[in-house]
């Protein structure tokens, strides 16, 4: 009887549950394999991420160096156009004193004509004086 029972449960494990477990064994394969294809992409994709991180902090830092360079070159900026407001007025200032030395030797000629024609004036006044003086 014992060997009727265990022959009828081989016959059973055979026909039904072998390929049953064959299948299970196949689809945990399958699954298996898609897992490994999945973990693979996740693999790919977390290098991608920390790649991306890794050129976000390098972008980060080049912004901040571009930051401090653009500050450096506005405060020189500032101080060249300082320079340049002092160049400025100093240029009006030249200019002013260039407009007024040209216009002083024309004056200046002016009045030494001026002064020249009164001299003339004088002396011929006091020609005038000393002739009548030495009339009297």
């Known amino acids: ?60 830092h080049a912004i901040e160096r571009l930051e401090d360079r653009m500050e450096k070159l506005e405060s020189r900026m500032e101080r060249i156009e300082g320079r340049m407001d002092k160049f400025e007025g100093r240029m009006e200032r030249l200019e002013k004193a260039v407009a007024v030395s040209a216009y002083k030797p024309d004056k200046l000629q002016k009045e030494i004509a001026s002064m020249k024609t009164k001299i003339s004036d004088l002396q011929k006044r006091l020609e005038q004086l000393e002739k009548k003086a030495a009339r009297a």
């Open 1 to 60: 009887m014992k060997d009727d029972i265990s022959a009828a449960l081989l016959a059973f494990y055979g026909k039904i549950l072998e390929p049953e477990f064959r299948s299970i064994k196949e689809k945990l394969n399958e699954h298996d394999d898609k897992f490994n294809r999945l973990f693979d992409h996740i693999d790919a994709v977390y290098q991608r991420l920390e790649r991306l991180e890794e050129e976000y902090h390098l972008i980060v």
